[in-house]
């Protein structure tokens, strides 16, 4: 076991600190002197409450360009994920009972559509291409007069690809289907106008862009026919949409990420892709290096290579004290092949050895070439004691 000074971290789509500004906005807020009390309450304490809560949704709205009204608070993006689809099918229930995916999706948006093909629900899974994107014309294709839900990530947090969710999302608006988007990997991150983008619904949670973990939200757009039935019952609160006691420190601290976030995006943005470039640049002459995902579609805080000739689980030990994720890192309770990079049509031994590195505001250069040397010290290795493999 490696220290935690010892440790390169390089696995921010996992989840990334809070940012200090997000800790200091947050810490005044859970103790007796401080603004803790019910923001539900009429009173002068919990006014004080309810106007932290005001202020994020204003911090958030102002990132995602929509409405305050649109936004519902939840407790991350698993959550906006199961309440969009669940409470939309359950709403429209009528209209038709074929929706529309793709295998990439995040298990909190996949395993809600295979609860929902058990239940009766009809699911198409569109496939992308072999670098991950998805041609619109094969989701016009796959539009049917009783689809009433298609539910597409923007960024992929594994592969860093992007789709577009623009000419997707316009295609739903002519069919009059619904469009969700789980938007956990690029909130913050890629630019956003949804007062002008064809989109219903979008999934949120802080905890990716350097806010707390626990606390996301859902845009809910104010057109008719786009609504989701709760999915539990209580006080009333967030129009009956998600009751429950808001949580008034989880949610100024996502409202200050979101500013931070915003503030900060281009800058951000520049960083994340001149690092990815010097860890590709490092290791791209391997033999038997492939890169998942594509180059010129892809947000570049993330890059997934597989390589030939080695085993996963040996090069993430091998990898210490690198943390990064393997190809099987959302199943790592299960040693399957990553169901995303299966969907770009890589073999199960090459999507076993998948390793994602993922960076953040905090990445140093000095990190990433740490990471170029142990990825190709410990690939040698592997391969040197690999029986019967030729050198
Ligand atoms: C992290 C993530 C989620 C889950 O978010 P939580 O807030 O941890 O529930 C869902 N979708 C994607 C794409 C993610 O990256």
């Given at each position: 076991m490696s220290n935690i000074a010892e440790m390169v971290y390089l696995d921010y789509a996992a989840s990334t600190p809070a940012d200090p500004r997000v800790v200091d906005v947050m810490t005044p807020l859970f103790g007796a002197g401080g603004d803790f009390a019910n923001p539900s309450s009429g009173h002068t304490a919990g006014r004080r409450s309810s106007a932290h809560v005001e202020r994020a949704a204003g911090q958030l709205a102002e990132l995602l360009g929509c409405k305050e009204e649109q936004l519902v608070w939840t407790s991350g993006a698993t959550e906006s994920d199961n309440l969009a689809i669940v409470g939309a099918a359950r709403y429209r229930?009528?209209?038709?009972?074929?929706?529309?995916?793709?295998?990439?999706?995040?298990?909190?948006?996949?395993?809600?559509?295979?609860?929902?093909?058990?239940?009766?629900?009809?699911?198409?899974?569109?496939?992308?291409?072999?670098?991950?994107?998805?041609?619109?014309?094969?989701?016009?294709?796959?539009?049917?007069?009783?689809?009433?839900?298609?539910?597409?990530?923007?960024?992929?947090?594994?592969?860093?690809?992007?789709?577009?969710?623009?000419?997707?999302?316009?295609?739903?608006?002519?069919?009059?289907?619904?469009?969700?988007?789980?938007?956990?990997?690029?909130?913050?991150?890629?630019?956003?106008?949804?007062?002008?983008?064809?989109?219903d619904l979008l999934s949120t949670t802080a905890h990716k862009v350097y806010g707390p973990k626990g606390i996301g939200a859902l845009y809910i757009a104010d057109r008719p026919g786009c609504h989701v039935e709760p999915l539990i019952y209580g006080g009333g609160q967030q129009g009956g949409r998600r009751p429950g006691t808001l949580a008034v420190p989880l949610i100024a601290g996502f409202g200050e990420a979101a500013r931070i976030a915003r503030c900060e995006m281009q800058e951000n943005h520049e960083h994340l892709r001149s690092l990815r470039e010097r860890l590709w640049s490092g290791i791209r002459d391997l033999d038997g290096i492939v890169r998942n995902g594509s180059d010129s579609h892809s947000f570049p805080g993330i890059l997934n290579v597989s390589i030939e000739d080695v085993e996963g689980e040996s090069l993430l030990l091998a990898l210490e004290p690198l943390c990064v994720a393997t190809g099987s890192a959302c199943n790592s309770t299960s040693q399957e092949p990553s169901s995303v990079l299966r969907a770009l049509g890589r073999s199960d031994l090459l999507a076993q050895s998948a390793i994602r590195f993922s960076f953040g505001r905090p990445t140093t250069s000095a990190e990433v070439d740490l990471a170029v040397a142990r990825y190709r010290e410990a690939v040698a290795r592997l391969r040197d004691i690999a029986p019967g493999r030729a050198a």
């Open positions: 229930a009528d209209r038709g009972r074929h929706l529309i995916t793709m295998p990439t999706e995040h298990k909190a948006v996949a395993d809600v559509f295979h609860v929902l093909e058990k239940r009766g629900f009809e699911v198409s899974w569109l496939r992308p291409d072999d670098t991950g994107v998805l041609d619109p014309a094969n989701l016009e294709a796959a539009i049917r007069p009783d689809t009433q839900l298609v539910s597409i990530m923007q960024v992929n947090n594994e592969t860093g690809v992007i789709q577009d969710i623009e000419a997707l999302g316009a295609l739903c608006r002519e069919r009059d289907v619904l469009f969700h988007v789980d938007a956990a990997q690029s909130v913050g991150k890629l630019p956003l106008a949804l007062a002008s983008l064809p989109v």
